[in-house]
């Protein structure tokens, strides 16, 4: 009974973190939000408590620790990264006495006067001479004990006031680094429909393995101002996971909403994965998409580029926000198989939005660009010829698109085909091209200064 007594007593006035509820929420430019609510039993008055449940790239000045008990205050926080090894062990343990042991069995005692990544100085205790011991020789280095301002991992240390002894609810919340998550879009072409599935992948390099935790994803480009970090702990391999889900349930499932100026994904379940870890999960069900494949020729450019395009809406099966990443096409061949035909990335991209990938250059289309009959009209304006050459090497008939990007005190006086003009001053010529032929056109603008 003594002994049960005791140990109540002591778990009394230990200070210990019990699991509580987490909220992780990631941003594009490697950038987190941490929260967690967990429990701290405390004894009467000050007392210190070392929290190092924290990520290596936390940003300390982000830290905001707080607790609804009355009575309760933070009466001072230190971040500890001033982590254990042997150069900052021997940096403190300089003027302290060590012994060190050769590969050949000397040992060697004394006051540690200097350290390097080549020699120690060590001097004697009696009659002051100082041996200089190479560190390619030194087999092991004794000290009498770690110094106490050292961690192994960082640490926030918090000076705390309990009005009295028992359980004290805190709420932790900061940001960091090392957290990171991108959009990889795999979609099946068909000429008419583009298939499109979607997968989030994010990666955990932050030092913190992350348990039963809420996540939130934001899409969107938020402003933060850029400084140093302060790495702690050694690199370890990386892990890949699609699984880890819960056990319980459907798949998991991400909901959409508009949040500030951004867009905002929220997890119906909880998640957990491990530091360097990677976890991919499903962003959208499958979207079959109603597009339209295009051939485009920018003048003055060296190829013909292939592209499927589309608009971001609901009446083309789709209709939703689009966080940038990652486009991978593939198109089924005669056998069934499905083989990869290009690759291409996007923006941030909202509804309504018109989404281009580019899947390569067009093998058996040819264009090319001419300049000619350039000529001075005044002193402020001159005027020249654009001839465009389109050649079709297929068996096909095809409609190419070319663009023709002037400036905004360029304009198109003359034209054997009848452009489409922006309010980007970008001209677009439609241009039927049958299998085997060529089309030349011409157009001429006036630029004035």
Same mark, same amino acid.
């Given at each position: 009974?003594?002994?049960?007594?005791?140990? !109540?007593?002591?778990? $009394?006035?230990?200070?210990?973190?019990?699991?509580?509820?987490?909220?992780?929420? %990631?941003?594009?430019?490697?950038?987190?939000?941490?929260?967690?609510?967990?429990?701290?039993?405390? $004894?009467?008055?000050?007392?210190?408590?070392?929290?190092?449940?924290?990520?290596?790239?936390?940003?300390? !000045?982000?830290?905001?620790?707080?607790?609804?008990?009355?009575?309760?205050?933070?009466?001072? =926080?230190?971040?500890?990264?001033?982590?254990?090894?042997? &150069?900052? %062990?021997?940096?403190?343990?300089?003027?302290?006495?060590?012994?060190?042991?050769?590969?050949?069995?000397?040992?060697?005692?004394?006051?540690?006067?200097? @350290?390097?990544?080549?020699?120690?100085?060590?001097?004697?205790?009696?009659?002051?001479?100082?041996?200089? &011991?190479?560190?390619?020789?030194?087999?092991?280095?004794?000290?009498?004990?770690?110094?106490?301002?050292?961690?192994?991992?960082?640490?926030?240390?918090?000076?705390?006031?309990?009005?009295? !002894?028992?359980?004290?609810?805190?709420?932790?919340?900061?940001?960091?680094?090392?957290?990171?998550?991108?959009?990889?879009?795999?979609?099946?072409?068909?000429?008419?429909?583009? #298939?499109?599935?979607?997968?989030?992948?994010?990666?955990?390099?932050?030092?913190?393995?992350? *348990?039963?935790?809420?996540?939130?994803?934001?899409?969107?480009?938020?402003?933060?101002?850029?400084?140093?970090?302060?790495?702690?702990?050694? !690199?370890?391999?990386?892990?890949?996971?699609?699984?880890? $889900?819960? #056990?319980?349930?459907?798949?998991?499932?991400?909901?959409?909403?508009?949040?500030?100026?951004? +867009?905002?994904?929220?997890?119906?379940?909880?998640?957990?994965?491990?530091?360097?870890?990677?976890?991919?999960?499903?962003?959208?069900?499958?979207?079959?998409?109603?597009?339209?494949?295009?051939?485009?020729?920018?003048?003055?450019?060296?190829?013909?580029? @292939?592209?499927?395009?589309?608009?971001?809406?609901?009446?083309?099966?789709?209709?939703?926000?689009?966080?940038?990443?990652?486009?991978?096409?593939?198109? *089924?061949?005669?056998?069934?198989?499905?083989?990869?035909?290009?690759?291409?990335?996007?923006? +941030?991209?909202?509804?309504?939005?018109?989404?281009?990938?580019?899947?390569?250059?067009?093998?058996?289309?040819?264009? @090319?660009?001419?300049?000619?009959? =350039?000529?001075?009209?005044?002193?402020?304006?001159?005027?020249?010829?654009? =001839?465009?050459?389109?050649?079709?090497?297929? @068996?096909?008939?095809?409609?190419?698109?070319? &663009?023709?990007? $002037?400036?905004?005190?360029?304009?198109?006086? =003359? +034209?054997?085909?009848?452009?489409?003009?922006?309010?980007?001053?970008? #001209?677009?010529?439609?241009? /039927?091209?049958?299998?085997?032929?060529?089309?030349?056109?011409?157009?001429? /603008?006036?630029?004035?200064?």
């Amino acid at each position: 009974m003594p002994k049960r007594v005791f140990l !109540a007593a002591l778990l $009394m006035f230990i200070a210990l973190a019990l699991r509580g509820e987490n909220w992780l929420t %990631i941003y594009n430019e490697d950038l987190s939000l941490v929260r967690s609510s967990f429990e701290l039993n405390l $004894m009467t008055g000050r007392q210190d408590y070392n929290f190092d449940d924290i990520p290596h790239r936390i940003m300390p !000045a982000s830290v905001i620790v707080s607790s609804q008990a009355e009575g309760f205050q933070v009466a001072e =926080q230190n971040y500890e990264y001033d982590l254990a090894g042997k &150069v900052e %062990i021997l940096r403190k343990y300089l003027n302290s006495e060590v012994e060190i042991t050769t590969k050949d069995g000397s040992r060697i005692r004394g006051i540690l006067k200097f @350290s390097d990544y080549s020699s120690y100085g060590i001097q004697d205790d009696y009659d002051g001479r100082l041996y200089l &011991v190479s560190a390619a020789e030194t087999q092991m280095i004794q000290l009498a004990s770690l110094p106490e301002n050292f961690y192994t991992r960082p640490t926030l240390r918090w000076s705390l006031i309990a009005p009295q !002894a028992g359980k004290y609810p805190l709420q932790l919340s900061y940001l960091t680094g090392g957290l990171s998550w991108d959009v990889t879009y795999n979609g099946v072409w068909n000429d008419s429909t583009l #298939a499109l599935n979607s997968w989030v992948t994010i990666k955990n390099t932050s030092g913190k393995t992350f *348990e039963d935790t809420n996540l939130k994803l934001i899409a969107g480009d938020v402003n933060v101002v850029k400084q140093l970090h302060i790495r702690g702990g050694r !690199a370890n391999e990386i892990n890949y996971s699609i699984d880890g $889900m819960s #056990a319980t349930g459907g798949a998991p499932s991400f909901a959409e909403k508009s949040f500030h100026d951004y +867009h905002m994904y929220s997890l119906d379940q909880k998640l957990s994965f491990a530091n360097n870890q990677t976890k991919q999960l499903a962003l959208y069900p499958r979207m079959d998409i109603k597009a339209e494949g295009i051939y485009e020729y920018p003048t003055w450019s060296g190829a013909v580029n @292939s592209i499927i395009q589309f608009k971001n809406t609901e009446a083309n099966g789709i209709g939703k926000p689009l966080p940038k990443g990652s486009l991978k096409i593939y198109r *089924e061949d005669t056998d069934g198989n499905l083989e990869f035909i290009g690759e291409d990335s996007i923006d +941030h991209t909202g509804r309504n939005e018109e989404v281009k990938i580019t899947t390569g250059k067009a093998f058996d289309l040819v264009a @090319s660009t001419l300049s000619k009959d =350039q000529t001075n009209v005044s002193k402020k304006a001159t005027e020249r010829t654009v =001839q465009v050459t389109l050649r079709n090497n297929s @068996s096909q008939t095809r409609i190419i698109r070319v &663009v023709h990007q $002037m400036s905004g005190n360029t304009r198109i006086i =003359q +034209h054997d085909l009848t452009p489409e003009i922006d309010s980007d001053n970008k #001209a677009t010529f439609s241009v /039927e091209v049958k299998a085997d032929a060529q089309v030349i056109f011409s157009f001429r /603008e006036r630029s004035e200064s």
